[in-house]
């Protein structure tokens, strides 16, 4: 079993990095503090082809895998992990969802301009009263000829004001029916469709976040993706690859508060040392990169699965589960350790602190891990 990089995650650890630094850290105060989505940075993530890493070449993307797609997201949300997340959700959820229910023209319609960031992508399941409860939603589809007329709202999407592209999943059926939902791909412009109320966010506050309307929304057959009666299903396999999604954001986020409290801990000094020599800090770092080591290598496991088409479901959602609750944890560490001065935004770790906790509730809390885990287990 071979832990180190390939030469290829290590140019492109390398290469983000760089990116990171030039074209993130000295604005990521000013976007979180205004809420500020920089569009024009994820033109440029596109130009670079981080945009459409697991895209195919021949559909414009890089043709990459799994273990690269978690360096990529890691390396980004250890200088800003809410660009990080915008990352994720734009390839692992809209357009990960094209490309893998998606017909042949369907796939050479939206994925190359996806995969270049040429648009951006959104995905909507949630809604403001169905939260992990997708079987009760309210948004629903009904045919009309070769067209469906959509009613409803979705609820905490990201790029729902910025997105140029949608998958969303509504209903079709009866209420309560795994098999009554089905997945459409809307476009920006289309009548009926817009865009609500954009949240005011804890942490992640340069990750939009707004609600998706569907006002008698008319859109062609041609947009479905897959059968009738499959969008559960389908949207429970995207959340599979999702979970990798999450943990990678984890893992940069818990990552960046350790690098910034080890540093801090050799260069603050009390008592005439520095407060590394000091067991209840030394003690703290033990843990915090232990806790780290562990979720990397729970994470680079679901990739490998992943990346061999093997059933990941459970090891998808360990890593997701534990490397959130890892990075949690970590950030408090980190704030702890910096002391006061953890708790002003002159130090990075604040900011740290603020965005984990949405990697315990986007995408499944841990609650649903554990209850996905279980199930899981109990079958064997």
Same mark, same amino acid.
Not at 212 to 227: S, V
């Given at each position: 079993?071979?832990?180190?990089?390939?030469?290829?995650?290590?140019?492109?650890?390398?290469?983000?990095?760089?990116?990171?630094?030039?074209?993130?850290?000295?604005?990521?105060?000013? %976007?979180?503090?205004?809420?500020?989505?920089?569009?024009?940075?994820?033109?440029?993530?596109?130009?670079?082809?981080?945009?459409?890493?697991?895209?195919?070449?021949?559909?414009?993307?890089?043709?990459?895998?799994?273990?690269?797609?978690?360096?990529?997201?890691? #390396? *980004?949300?250890?200088?800003?992990?809410?660009?990080?997340?915008?990352?994720?959700? !734009?390839?692992?959820?809209?357009?990960? !969802?094209?490309?893998?229910?998606?017909?042949?023209?369907?796939?050479?319609? %939206?994925?190359?301009?996806?995969?270049?960031?040429? !648009?951006?992508?959104? %995905?909507?399941?949630?809604?403001?009263?169905?939260?992990?409860?997708?079987?009760?939603?309210?948004?629903?589809?009904?045919?009309?000829?070769?067209? %469906?007329?959509?009613?409803?709202? $979705?609820?905490?999407?990201?790029?729902?004001?910025?997105?140029?592209?949608?998958?969303?999943?509504?209903?079709?059926?009866?209420?309560?029916? =795994?098999?009554?939902?089905?997945?459409?791909?809307?476009?920006?412009?289309?009548?009926?469709?817009?865009?609500?109320?954009?949240?005011?966010?804890?942490?992640?506050?340069?990750?939009?976040? &707004? #609600?998706?309307?569907?006002?008698?929304?008319? *859109?062609?057959?041609?947009?479905?993706?897959?059968?009738?009666?499959?969008?559960? *299903?389908?949207?429970?396999?995207?959340?599979?690859?999702?979970?990798?999604?999450?943990?990678?954001? =984890?893992?940069?986020?818990?990552?960046?508060?350790?690098?910034?409290?080890?540093?801090?801990?050799?260069?603050?000094?009390?008592?005439?040392?520095?407060? =590394?020599?000091?067991?209840?800090? &030394?003690?703290?770092?033990?843990?915090?990169?232990?806790?780290?080591?562990?979720? #990397?290598?729970?994470?680079?496991?679901?990739?490998?699965?992943? /990346? /061999?088409?093997?059933?990941?479901?459970?090891?998808?959602?360990?890593? $997701?589960?534990?490397? =959130?609750?890892?990075?949690?944890?970590?950030? /408090?560490?980190?704030?702890?350790? !910096?002391?006061?001065?953890?708790?002003?935004?002159?130090?990075?770790?604040?900011?740290?602190?603020?965005?984990? $906790?949405?990697?315990?509730?986007?995408?499944?809390?841990?609650?649903?891990?554990?209850?996905?885990?279980?199930?899981?287990?109990?079958?064997?």
């Amino acid at each position: 079993m071979n832990f180190d990089y390939s030469e290829t995650q290590a140019m492109i650890a390398q290469s983000i990095r760089d990116f990171a630094e030039q074209h993130i850290r000295p604005f990521m105060r000013e %976007w979180d503090d205004t809420q500020y989505f920089p569009v024009d940075l994820f033109k440029k993530l596109g130009e670079m082809g981080f945009m459409g890493v697991l895209v195919p070449e021949e559909l414009g993307g890089s043709g990459l895998g799994y273990h690269e797609y978690i360096t990529i997201v890691e #390396e *980004i949300s250890k200088v800003d992990p809410s660009i990080g997340l915008s990352v994720a959700a !734009h390839n692992s959820l809209c357009t990960n !969802h094209i490309l893998t229910f998606g017909n042949e023209e369907q796939k050479k319609k %939206w994925i190359p301009k996806l995969a270049t960031a040429e !648009h951006i992508g959104a %995905w909507g399941l949630t809604e403001h009263n169905t939260g992990s409860d997708a079987g009760g939603m309210n948004t629903t589809a009904v045919k009309d000829g070769d067209h %469906w007329i959509v009613n409803g709202a $979705k609820n905490f999407i990201t790029h729902a004001k910025s997105g140029d592209v949608a998958v969303v999943i509504v209903r079709t059926g009866e209420k309560g029916d =795994s098999r009554g939902m089905t997945a459409f791909v809307f476009e920006k412009g289309m009548e009926g469709f817009t865009s609500g109320k954009k949240e005011d966010k804890l942490g992640m506050r340069a990750s939009e976040t &707004a #609600e998706l309307i569907f006002d008698n929304c008319r *859109i062609p057959d041609a947009n479905r993706l897959g059968e009738v009666g499959d969008g559960f *299903i389908q949207a429970m396999k995207i959340l599979d690859g999702g979970r990798i999604s999450i943990g990678a954001l =984890s893992l940069g986020i818990a990552k960046g508060a350790y690098e910034a409290s080890l540093k801090y801990s050799k260069e603050r000094y009390q008592f005439g040392q520095p407060i =590394s020599n000091f067991q209840g800090i &030394a003690f703290k770092l033990a843990d915090m990169a232990t806790e780290i080591e562990a979720s #990397e290598l729970l994470l680079h496991k679901a990739a490998y699965l992943k /990346n /061999n088409n093997r059933k990941m479901t459970v090891a998808g959602a360990m890593s $997701k589960m534990y490397s =959130s609750e890892v990075c949690v944890r970590v950030s /408090n560490e980190a704030v702890q350790i !910096h002391g006061g001065y953890g708790y002003t935004k002159d130090y990075p770790v604040e900011k740290f602190y603020r965005d984990s $906790k949405l990697c315990t509730i986007g995408e499944g809390t841990t609650e649903i891990q554990k209850l996905v885990i279980s199930r899981n287990l109990l079958k064997e």
